[in-house]
């Protein structure tokens, strides 16, 4: 397993990847049925666990030397703006309407929704981030077996993009707890 972390941290130290990472931990309120961007009462937002694992997130990142593009992509939510700026408070952070649609599919939606939706991400994860840099997503979890599937608070999967047309390939899942033993792997 250990050889595993090593390669992993090897490869993401090369650049080339999106890390799609599910928001910080959010038990406080609950999205509204008149949601609101702009209103963060209207949704549920991070608990103090995830603003704590947001900051820790954005730290390993930093310290196990992983090249992070300066700009960082999170879906409209509260929730996942909060975790990028307690990650990455120097990072630009650029709102995709497509975290709305991702979250929409954990709801009751036509078939042909959730098809437009998954083609979407497909574009999305399958463009290649600049050279010598990975691309960070904050977003939502999926339900089991649609798109990356299940991803615990700030859990991240680690998208390998074959460029536009060409697909993707999902690396690795890991937990925040796995990105720390990537940490202690690498001295």
Same mark, same amino acid.
């Given at each position: ?40 009462s ?11 694992e947001?900051?820790?997130f ?7 030397q ?28 650029? !709102?995709?309407?497509? =975290?709305?649609? /991702?979250? $929409?599919?954990? %709801?009751?939606?036509?078939?042909? +929704?959730?098809?437009?939706? &998954? ?31 299940? !991803?615990?608070?700030? =859990?991240?999967? /680690?998208? $390998?993009?074959? %460029?536009?047309?060409?697909?993707? +390939?999902?690396?690795?899942? &890991? ?13």
């Open positions: 397993m250990k050889y595993l972390d090593k390669s992993i941290l090897d490869l993401l130290k090369k650049g080339g990847f999106i890390l799609y990472a599910r928001h910080g931990e959010a038990t406080v309120g609950v999205d509204q049925p008149y949601l609101n961007f702009q209103d963060c209207t949704q549920r937002n991070l608990s103090e666990v995830g603003r704590r947001a900051i820790y954005g730290q390993m990142l930093r310290y196990l992983i090249p992070i593009s300066s700009l960082i992509v999170a879906s409209p939510f509260c929730r996942t703006i909060e975790t990028a700026k307690l990650a990455f408070p120097y990072a630009y952070i650029q !709102i995709d309407p497509l =975290g709305y649609e /991702i979250y $929409k599919l954990g %709801g009751n939606i036509p078939i042909v +929704e959730k098809t437009n939706i &998954l083609s979407n991400l497909q574009s999305v994860l399958e463009r290649k981030p600049p050279q010598g840099m990975n691309q960070v997503i904050i977003a939502h979890s999926f339900p089991e077996g649609v798109g990356l599937g299940r !991803i615990s608070n700030i =859990g991240m999967v /680690i998208v $390998k993009p074959n %460029g536009p047309g060409n697909g993707y +390939e999902i690396i690795k899942k &890991l937990t925040l707890e796995d990105l720390s033993l990537l940490g202690s792997s690498s001295n």
